[in-house]
């Protein structure tokens, strides 16, 4: 991190404050903050220790070093100085709301990029790139502003235990690199958000989506825009074969409603592959399975093969595992997924996670490209740790040293290798359904203090 004209705090060498963090220059320049600073009008009118710059580098550290409260996050981004203290919790704190989320999300958009080439193995199928969007639910922490924000989960049992924040993400699947995020609330539907996404999906991707997404209005507007689709399909869609292809797929139409269907209008020629398990030690044997495709041309394109691509969409679900069980994992300490306790607080939470992230992906995938690797097999566990450990090895360097670390850096990623993936099986169940505690309601939320003390309570019975 270099030194703006407003900062107080002493620098090394080359002018950086946050210089334990000098590595992640590799993936995220000085320039680009300052960037993303200048467009969001975040510039410091007077001296202080906390200016913006050094709390975006701040937040990009808490995405990584997720266990650490704010202030341990402070001193692990900075080397040790006698006679310099860090600022208190509080002051970091106000200085983060101050750079609010705007500049985090700036600086997402402009770093996050797809990584994946023709070259890497894996990224893409007949010249296609493999990409997807999903989404996924997040517990807040239980403040009434997050509540009021987000909005709770509610059922038969009541609502639920914490606020929901839903994040839909558009995913290039061959990297796992999240290349954009919306964050919404409880009362968003993923679909909504999903749209938000579309015009950010690269002109030469194949778009995976999961049967929830699907909707006659949103496959017209993006057929419509070139985007090449396969998605998952509900068993209740009426899809009657009118030309039956080599391949054993077949051609069908869709229809915005049944009376459209009962008229043949509006009818969009989708093409439909469909299969069923016979492997009864398999979750879903027997059932049958549908996709449908813009894909229309069966020789180009055939049905195995997009079957056994469209697993490719398990790839977002990995994401979500890193980033909910690996990244930034629940601890007795923080039972929620998040630890912000205000709305934008949460939102810029996210987006720095995200981007920290994309930075592990980034070194990932430049460290199997060197040696043709699918970037699958590396672990990511394994990469996310050894850059928390040697993060704060690369110490007052200039470009010759960095680059050697850099480059040290990618070689020790690379021994993180995995065995192939096994063929194996998890079944949609859990351990544990119900507890036999009483379930926490409103009125148990934000009790008034208490007016005696315990000694003024007991009442001795005889």
């Given at each position: 991190m270099?030194?703006?004209?407003s ?8 002018g ?11 993936v995220?320049?000085?320039?680009q903050i300052?960037?993303?600073l200048?467009?969001t ?5 007077r001296?202080?220790?906390l ?8 937040v ?29 919790r509080?002051?970091l704190c ?11 999300k ?6 996050v990029?797809?990584?994946?080439t023709?070259?890497t ?15 996924s ?11 009021a924000a ?24 061959g ?13 968003d ?28 209005q949103?496959?017209k507007?993006l057929?419509e ?5 396969l998605?998952r ?13 080599s391949?054993?797929?077949y051609l069908?139409?869709i ?51 997009l ?14 595992d ?7 994992p ?7 997924n998040?630890?912000s306790?205000?709305?934008e607080g ?7 996670l ?16 060197q ?5 699958d097999r590396?672990?990511?566990?394994g ?13 007052n ?5 960095l680059?050697?670390w850099?480059?040290?850096l990618?070689w020790?990623?690379r021994?993180?290798?995995?065995e192939?993936?096994r063929n194996r ?6 351990k ?5 505690w ?25």
């Amino acid at each position: 991190m270099t030194q703006q004209e407003s900062s107080t705090f002493s620098t090394d060498d080359a002018g950086r404050i946050l210089d334990r963090l000098a590595g992640l220059e590799k993936v995220i320049t000085p320039e680009q903050i300052k960037q993303a600073l200048q467009a969001t009008n975040r510039v410091n009118p007077r001296s202080c220790k906390l200016t913006h710059e050094v709390m975006l580098w701040v937040v990009l550290a808490m995405g990584l070093f997720t266990d650490l409260p704010i202030r341990s996050v402070f001193k692990f981004s900075r080397f040790m100085r006698k006679e310099e203290p860090s600022p208190p919790r509080s002051s970091l704190c106000e200085a983060r709301q101050r750079l609010g989320v705007e500049p985090v999300k700036y600086l997402h958009e402009l770093v996050v990029r797809g990584l994946a080439t023709p070259d890497t193995p894996g990224a893409f199928w007949r010249g296609l790139r493999w990409v997807g969007i999903d989404s996924s639910v997040y517990d807040a922490p239980d403040s009434p502003a997050n509540a009021a924000a987000f909005e709770r989960a509610s059922g038969g049992r009541g609502q639920g235990a914490f606020p929901q924040v839903r994040k839909a993400s558009l995913v290039e699947l061959g990297t796992h690199i999240e290349l954009c995020i919306e964050i919404g609330g409880w009362q968003d539907c993923e679909q909504d958000l999903a749209r938000k996404l579309w015009d950010r999906l690269p002109k030469d991707s194949l778009l995976l989506e999961d049967r929830g997404f699907f909707s006659y209005q949103d496959w017209k507007k993006l057929d419509e825009r070139g985007q090449k689709m396969l998605v998952r399909v509900k068993s209740n869609l009426i899809l009657e074969p009118f030309q039956s292809l080599s391949d054993g797929s077949y051609l069908a139409k869709i229809y915005p409603n049944s009376y459209d269907r009962t008229k043949d209008r509006n009818g969009i020629v989708v093409r439909v592959i469909a299969y069923v398990i016979d492997d009864p030690q398999r979750v879903g044997h027997q059932e049958e399975h549908r996709f449908i495709t813009n894909l229309l041309d069966e020789t180009a394109y055939p049905a195995m093969e997009l079957i056994e691509g469209y697993h490719e969409r398990w790839e977002h679900e990995m994401v979500y595992d890193e980033q909910k069980t690996h990244q930034d994992p629940p601890r007795a300490e923080k039972p929620a997924n998040l630890r912000s306790e205000t709305p934008e607080g949460v939102k810029q939470e996210m987006y720095a996670l995200s981007l920290a992230h994309y930075v592990v992906r980034a070194l990932m995938a430049e460290s199997a490209r060197q040696e043709n690797l699918d970037v699958d097999r590396l672990s990511f566990l394994g990469c996310f740790h050894i850059l928390q450990c040697r993060l704060p090895e690369c110490k007052n360097p200039t470009a010759q040293t960095l680059q050697g670390w850099y480059e040290c850096l990618l070689w020790e990623m690379r021994q993180e290798i995995t065995e192939p993936r096994r063929n194996r099986i998890n079944p949609r169940v859990i351990k544990r359904k119900m507890s036999k505690w009483n379930k926490k309601k409103p009125e148990h939320r934000n009790l008034p203090p208490l007016k005696k003390t315990f000694v003024e309570s007991v009442v001795i019975t005889i």
